[in-house]
């Protein structure tokens, strides 16, 4: 039993199929085949159902996979100390975010990661909030940047900024150039929609049964780009993180060509927040890590935040509002 051989396995497991775990692992489907093929003829057991649309594991792979993370976890941590002795900070940082976070805030922490730390290797994993925290609690991420994540008291949760999420509009529609509307002015309007399971768009549906209007999306989906690209064809209006229409509108919601932000109702807002656990040590590169994600949250331009301060607050995992 060879420890590429249990890495093989894992990325099967956890991705339900052997394309996905080899376009994970930057490796063919029959390579990873060959090397489960050969743990199961070392165990002389089936370690995984193959008979369904998704792959999953028998009760011996059960019991493998929980075995082989927990030797995974042990060589990668291994080497991260031993980098770290005779390199400074150093080491693999693996990251879990979701879509609009990763494109429009992380890039510039990692860039500054780079420049200051050459030798860490950060990988990002790019899933919803739900499948980001399943990887943060089954090891497969050491810290998650997440928007609103659910209390749970094994994790440290700490608010990176604070962010305005705005109603926005394309260029036909009515609302377009307008400062500001009633909310009464929402009902019936068309709306474009994060799927239900997003915690952003769940924020949103709150907001809206508070002010009295009901949505029911023309469209759902999952990616905040998606969302973005239908509301400036006209499809519809969105609940958008400021973040993700930063370069389309200016901050103040004047219209720069494709999009406007209007106001409605009380100032809406989420939280990005960094996600860890409380009880493990952390090595160097993920201390790097989180003090530059603090440093880029205090400066970040489009912070909205009544105390004035987009970040910074600690919070134990218990009953939190985030």
């Not at 489907?29 to 649309?53: C, D, N």
């Not at 059960?62 to 991260?80: G, K, T």
């Amino acid at each position: 039993m060879e420890l590429h051989q249990l890495n093989c396995f894992l990325a099967v497991v956890e991705e339900g199929s052997f394309n996905r775990a080899a376009s994970r692992l930057h490796k063919t489907q029959p390579a990873i085949s060959y090397q489960v093929k050969q743990l199961e003829a070392e165990l002389g057991m089936p370690l995984l159902h193959r008979g369904g649309r998704r792959i999953s594991p028998t009760a011996a792979g059960n019991v493998l996979a929980q075995h082989a993370q927990e030797i995974v976890d042990v060589v990668r941590r291994s080497r991260q100390a031993i980098a770290s002795l005779s390199e400074g900070i150093a080491g693999e940082l693996r990251i879990g975010t979701v879509n609009s976070v990763g494109i429009h805030f992380l890039p510039d922490v990692l860039q500054a990661m780079r420049e200051k730390y050459p030798l860490v290797l950060p990988t990002v994993l790019y899933r919803d909030s739900p499948a980001i925290m399943d990887a943060l609690l089954s090891n497969r991420v050491d810290l998650a940047l997440v928007a609103n994540p659910k209390a749970d008291r094994r994790l440290r949760q700490e608010r990176i900024i604070e962010e305005r999420v705005s109603l926005v509009c394309g260029p036909s529609h009515p609302f377009f150039g307008r400062d500001a509307v009633r909310p009464s002015e929402l009902k019936g309007e068309q709306f474009v929609s994060l799927t239900p399971e997003n915690p952003t768009a769940e924020l949103v549906r709150d907001f809206l049964a508070r002010l009295g209007v009901d949505m029911h999306p023309v469209v759902s989906t999952d990616n905040v780009e998606t969302v973005k690209k239908m509301v400036e064809i006209g499809l519809g209006v969105a609940f958008l993180p400021d973040m993700v229409t930063s370069q389309d509108i200016t901050c103040a919601g004047e219209p720069m060509g494709r999009l406007a932000r209007v106001e409605v109702g009380p100032p809406l807002s989420r939280s990005i927040v960094l996600v860890s656990w409380k009880k493990v040590e952390r090595p160097p590169a993920v201390i790097a890590f989180e003090e530059e994600l603090r440093k880029h949250g205090r400066c970040w331009k489009g912070c909205f935040s009544e105390s004035g301060d987009g970040g910074g607050v600690d919070r134990d995992g218990g009953d939190s509002n985030l």
